[in-house]
Nanobody, 127 residues
Framework: QVQLVESGGGLVQAGGSLRLSCAASGRTFSSYAMGWFRQAPGKERDVVAAISWNGGHTYYADSVKGRFTISRDNAKNTVYLQMNSLKPEDTAVYYC????????????????????WGQGTQVTVSS
């Protein structure tokens, strides 16, 4: 069983950058497709970015395209979310998620399809 722990959140001014990390325990990390989601107060949990097991396929929400980059290092059991040009509307709790997937190389964008979730890390962007 993989367990996920996010880190790297914090308070940043608009236009600044943060890098979120999601460290996974367990020996089967490379068998998991990964995703980053975010949830602002009173709103649903939405996908931000997703990545296939080997990093060959990635997805970005329109709102973050060109500003955020998802990547993974299977040797370190870690997935990253580099966030640049941050805006106040990026303020939310950010969660990483993992889905065991053995049948191919793809990403997933629906929160309900993920098997495992981290505890979340707060990102606050001030104007």
């Amino acid at each position: 069983q993989v367990q996920l722990v996010e880190s790297g959140g914090g308070l940043v001014q608009a236009g600044g950058s943060l890098r979120l990390s999601c460290a996974a325990s367990g020996r089967t990390f490379s068998s998991y497709a990964m995703g980053w989601f975010r949830q602002a107060p009173g709103k649903e949990r939405d996908v931000v970015a997703a990545i296939s097991w080997n990093g060959g396929h990635t997805y970005y929400a329109d709102s973050v395209k060109g500003r955020f980059t998802i990547s993974r290092d299977n040797a370190k059991n870690t997935v990253y979310l580099q966030m640049n040009s941050l805006k106040p509307e990026d303020t939310a709790v950010y969660y990483c998620a993992a889905k065991a997937y053995y049948s191919g190389n793809r990403y997933f964008t629906e929160a309900g399809t993920y098997d495992l979730w981290g505890q979340g890390t707060q990102v606050t962007v001030s104007s």
